[in-house]
């Protein structure tokens, strides 16, 4: 089994990819450049981690990342869309640019877009090949001083939902996985505000997600134990989805 794992290189990624690993999986990592914590993972299993250097946000890059997997394995089993920034400074959207709009969508939502359409052709080669979108909570909650990031989780969720209704004859599924708050370097600089707020009560499940809570559900998918399932959407977030009264 194939798996090809964006955004690898640390946080998240490197976890799903780990895990794969460890479930027998050989894992192309991929990011714009690799990490001591990446490589150190390539070195401890020289024949099923493999990093290759792309950028999400360049077309180009996405067909080397594409020719590199099918050159080395021919096809792909599991795609994890995971590759995604925050925005540069947090700004509120009455002030943010074009080009703070562009940073981030080119890459969170451009990137997932067209990373999951130049993979099509390898993933139809298996007939139950599995797709897996990193969303976010922000998908669904107005956070105006990050206003384009949350733009860019929303997309996440419709081409979640496009390719799942497009791929679902060539036996491939679609899932969404919206991590809550996780302790990544994405939100090191946010730790103490948030670890505040769940004090607070903003999550029922009181503490941070860690990058394997979200690798577990990865690992799930990739078991087959959501294979009747596609356009879902699955919330890893201690329970910040509940409306609570
Ligand atoms: P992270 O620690 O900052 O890691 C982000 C990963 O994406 C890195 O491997 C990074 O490597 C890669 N990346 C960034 N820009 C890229 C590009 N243009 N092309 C290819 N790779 C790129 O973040 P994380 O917390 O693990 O987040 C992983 C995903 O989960 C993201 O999509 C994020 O939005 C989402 N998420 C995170 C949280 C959270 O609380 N941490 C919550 C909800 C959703 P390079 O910089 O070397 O490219």
């Known amino acids: 089994m194939v798996a090809v794992v964006t955004g690898a290189s640390r946080g998240i990624g ?132 990050r206003g384009e990031y949350c733009i860019s989780k929303a997309g996440i969720s419709m081409i979640t939902k496009l390719f799942a209704a497009r791929l679902a004859e060539f036996g491939i599924s679609v899932i969404e996985i919206r991590p809550g708050i996780i302790e990544t370097d994405m939100t090191a600089k946010v730790k103490e505000k948030y670890e505040a707020l769940i004090e607070q009560g903003i999550t029922p499940i009181k503490r941070m997600g860690q990058p394997e809570d979200i690798a577990k559900c990865v690992a799930a998918i990739a078991d087959g134990s959501f294979d009747f399932c596609t356009g879902t959407v699955i919330d890893c977030d201690g329970g910040f989805n509940i409306r609570c009264l």
């Open 14 to 145: 490197l976890s799903i990819a780990e895990t794969l690993i460890k479930k027998g999986f050989s894992v192309i990592l991929s990011a714009r450049s690799i990490t001591t914590l990446a490589e150190k993972l390539c070195t401890a299993y020289p024949d099923k981690a493999f990093f290759f250097a792309a950028d999400i946000s360049e077309k180009d890059d996405i067909s080397a990342l594409v020719s590199f997997a099918e050159e080395k394995f021919g096809s792909v089993d599991l795609l994890v869309n995971n590759a995604g920034v925050a925005p540069k400074e947090r700004k509120d959207i009455l002030e943010i640019t074009p080009e703070d709009f562009d940073f981030v969508a080119d890459i969170n939502l451009k990137g997932t877009f067209f990373v999951t359409q130049k993979f099509v052709p390898l993933l139809t080669k298996n007939k139950s090949a599995r797709i897996v979108n990193i969303s976010s909570m922000s998908a669904y909650t107005a956070s105006v001083n």
